[in-house]
């Protein structure tokens, strides 16, 4: 496809900061006629992947730039702010910005591979992200016996309804007790344990749909199922005895009625509705709470073709439709919880996914709730960026466009036909894009890395957020090494595989000594995350799981066996010890337990 107007890989400062278009001269046009410095902003370059740079690989991961400097700056205006920031609600000014952004970011259609001109980075369908993809390697394999790529999907599909959920509708609806007392305690834990991470509402909305439950009793409204929900979640959260399984311990006497009103609301209404979908992410985070992510995604698909209804419905007057705080912060939790659940489990889509490179980042409506905010809009653009990494490193069809595999193609071989230098290019461009995003994080919130305590679990997600990206972006080259290692003690294979340009690289074995700090990091921060209930027990297990499969990997590899930690079965017992305390009968943790019982390090075989 032949286009007529040329655009600047990266505008000067000058155009970049007022949208303008960019010829790429130096000096630009624009500055010429404005009499302004022309200046352009220097990449971090790293001169041994210059030649070897994909051109529109690197130009579509530059696209994001002003996405994350949007990010920045609607942070750092957050966090210095007294009062609400005032933004236009109109939809017309974030599509209106994502095209201005496209003004000065080249086209890369044109000579190029169609499958490295999406527009955006979408997580493909059948990619080698998924934690299961690692029981499928041939060293695992050897160890464990074959796993279906699906096998987490299977158990959690055949996994009962809790409780009384398996009977929603067998009895007349029963009406919990609305001791006045009660509630405002379970609210009250609510507001500090379950909100912070996904602040849908204020307080202050929340007590208008309390007083309205309170005076009309049995009324079968949306707002009475929210009030239900909200007085589960704050059960699960709570201290008390009994137990933890028991109906009571998980507020399934106020989660039966909410979950009846809002699937009736769901079926027979005919109008979409932002607080339905806000109903129907507060039971997804109700059953993220009890480790059931299929039941969780379920909820939050269905929230998700709501809001999608919305924005149809106001097509018609796309300039000028308005989205409000609250549906802005609703489009971002379906987001964020549907590609969690795609990039765990590779679920089928709602289609939200798309709209995540043009919504408008939410704002803070509350000085007090700042901060929840700023977590919040943080944490979304992390969860953009794991996009990207999955689309640029890990999709399937990069497997099957090979032709110097060493291994059989298939998603669990896509880092291996992308080439060293383009591996390379793509490693630096994203761990560049990570590096600020965390830098974005405003100094009083963003967590230090490492180890040292936190203040907060907000603060501990984002933590762990940037060492997941941190160990997938930098996985294939650990994986690279530890297959190839194996592959030449086949004789067979010896000739093919000598010399190897990737155990003889230190650059190489720096990136997996980054890969293997990266995991075990995590594993120390996410001990105390597994140990309680929150809405990424689930996935935060998973990647326990994945990091100790990496570690094992890296610590049966000759070549890295010298970057694994001497004193690895402390940890993978410390892991194992907050495991089973959810490992039910023929639930996920189970099975996530007995894998990783059978890794044995070598520490523990000195032993």
């Not at 990091?521 to 297990?541: C, G």
Request: glycine share 4%; with cysteine.
């Amino acid at each position: 496809m032949n286009y007529t107007r040329k655009r600047a890989l990266l505008a000067c400062d000058f155009c970049r900061h007022r949208k303008r278009r960019c010829d790429g001269k130096k000096p630009c046009s624009t500055c010429k006629d404005s009499n302004a410095d022309c200046v352009y902003k220097e990449l971090p370059f790293d001169s041994r992947v210059e030649d070897a740079s994909p051109t529109a690989v690197i130009d579509r991961l530059a696209r994001i730039e002003s996405l994350l400097e949007h990010q920045s700056q609607q942070i750092n205006q957050l966090s210095t702010q007294s009062s609400p920031v005032s933004y236009p609600t109109s939809q017309a000014d974030y599509f209106s910005a994502y095209q201005q952004q496209s003004e000065y970011f080249p086209s890369t259609s044109a000579a190029v591979d169609p499958q490295l001109d999406s527009p955006q980075f979408l997580i493909p369908k059948g990619h080698a992200t998924l934690p299961s993809t690692l029981l499928s390697l041939p060293r695992v394999r050897d160890l464990l016996g074959e796993y279906p790529r699906d096998y987490f999907f299977d158990i959690e599909e055949k996994l009962p309804l809790p409780g009384l959920l398996g009977t929603l509708y067998d009895n007349p609806l029963v009406w919990p007790s609305l001791d006045p007392n009660t509630l405002d305690a379970l609210a009250k834990s609510y507001f500090q344990n379950v909100h912070p991470h996904h602040p849908l509402f204020t307080p202050s909305m929340f007590r208008s749909w309390q007083a309205q439950l309170i005076q009309e009793k049995g009324m079968e409204e949306i707002g009475t199922s929210i009030c239900f929900c909200i007085y589960a979640l704050g059960t699960v959260c709570s201290d008390q005895g009994g137990t933890p399984e028991s109906d009571e311990a998980v507020g399934l006497h106020f989660f039966q009625p909410a979950l009846r009103i809002m699937l009736h609301k769901l079926v027979w209404e005919f109008r979409p509705s932002i607080s339905l979908c806000q109903a129907l992410l507060l039971a997804a985070s109700y059953f993220s709470h009890l480790g059931r992510p299929l039941h969780s995604w379920k909820m939050a698909q269905f929230s998700s073709r709501n809001f999608l209804a919305l924005v149809e419905s106001r097509k018609h007057n796309l300039p000028n439709a308005e989205f409000e705080e609250t549906e802005l912060r609703t489009f971002w939790q379906c987001f964020t919880v549907e590609c969690d659940r795609i990039a765990e489990l590779d679920v089928p889509r709602s289609g939200i996914e798309p709209l995540g490179d043009r919504m408008r980042l939410p704002h803070s409506t509350d000085p007090a709730d700042n901060e929840n905010t700023i977590y919040f809009i943080a944490e979304h653009a992390i969860r953009r960026l794991l996009n990207r990494i999955h689309n640029s490193l890990y999709g399937p069809e990069i497997a099957q466009t090979g032709s110097n595999s060493i291994l059989p193609a298939g998603p669990n071989q896509a880092w291996q036909s992308l080439g060293l230098q383009r591996l390379l290019a793509l490693n630096t461009e994203l761990n560049r894009q990570l590096e600020e995003w965390y830098n974005s994080i405003p100094d009083y919130l963003r967590p230090p890395k490492g180890t040292l305590p936190l203040p907060n679990d907000r603060a501990r997600v984002l933590r762990l957020r940037y060492y997941a990206a941190r160990h997938i972006i930098h996985r294939p080259f650990l994986l690279q090494i530890a297959n190839r290692q194996q592959e030449s003690q086949s004789p067979s294979s010896s000739s093919i595989l000598s010399p190897d340009p990737y155990s003889e690289s230190p650059f190489f074995l720096e990136k997996c000594e980054i890969c293997i700090d990266s995991c075990l990091t995590y594993l120390y921060n996410a001990v105390e995350m597994i140990d309680k209930r929150s809405p990424y027990l689930w996935t935060f297990s998973q990647s326990c799981m994945a990091c100790l499969l990496m570690l094992w990997m890296a610590d049966k590899t000759p070549r890295l066996h010298p970057y694994v930690p001497p004193n690895m079965q402390p940890v993978q017992n410390m892991v194992l010890a907050k495991l089973r305390k959810w490992a039910v009968k023929d639930s996920s943790f189970a099975a996530e337990v007995h894998i990783i019982e059978r890794l044995f390090f070598s520490d523990a075989m000195e032993a």
